[in-house]
Nanobody, 114 residues
């Protein structure tokens, strides 16, 4: 089972940038499609971006062109570069495999506010 630890969140002004990291345990990390998810207050958790083991990526429409998902299989880490952040990006961000297991990390809070 893969264990996941997210980091890199914080408070940022609209238009700012953040880079999230997700460190995964387990020697078979490289075979999984990985994904970033987010959950805003009062809303369901949603998928934001996915990346296959061969680094093919997909994005939900609301972040396309602003967010970039990447991975470093040698470091068992997946990243989410978030640019041009908007208040509606405020949420707790999680990583997991795709499709997700029931085991979630603690997430990292991203707050976009002036």
């Amino acid at each position: 089972q893969v264990q996941l630890v997210e980091s890199g969140g914080g408070l940022v002004q609209p238009g700012g940038s953040l880079r999230l990291s997700c460190a995964a345990s387990g020697s078979i990390f490289s075979i999984y499609t990985m994904a970033w998810y987010r959950q805003a207050p009062g809303k369901q958790r949603e998928s934001v971006a996915t990346i296959t083991r061969n680094s093919i990526t997909t994005y939900t429409s609301s972040v396309k062109g602003r967010f970039t998902i990447s991975r470093d299989n040698a470091k068992n880490t997946v990243y989410l570069q978030m640019n041009s952040l908007k208040p509606e990006d405020t949420a707790v961000y999680y990583c997991n495999i795709w499709p997700p297991t029931s085991s979630w990390g603690q997430g990292t809070q991203v707050t976009v506010s002036s």
